[in-house]
């Protein structure tokens, strides 16, 4: 059974910084591209960025290019987002997720909130 679960979270004032984790469990994901996305009050769940399965290829939302930087460490089947100079607008409730043999999985979110 497939399982992401997500830390890190929290309140922080804008400029500020916080570094989320994300634990898999269930199997190992070394071959698997893992990714974050957030989901804002009131508005649809949107890619934030991906890391290829050795770690050497990222993608950056627009939004977060400069910012936030996700890594990962496949002897632990972990995923990180570094998030810094946080702005009032990264508010969101914040998800791991993998694609595994076409399904698409969740883990329960952790909530960032940013104040100004």
Known sequence: QVQLVESGGGLVQAGGSLRLSCAASGRTFSSHALG??????????????????????????????GRFTISRDNSKNTVDLQMNNLKPKDTAVYYCHVTFRNLDYWGQGTQVTVSS
């Open 36 to 65: 974050w996305f957030r989901q804002a009050p009131g508005k649809e769940r949107e890619f934030v960025a991906a890391v290829s399965n050795s770690g050497g290829i990222t993608d950056n939302a627009d939004s977060v290019k």
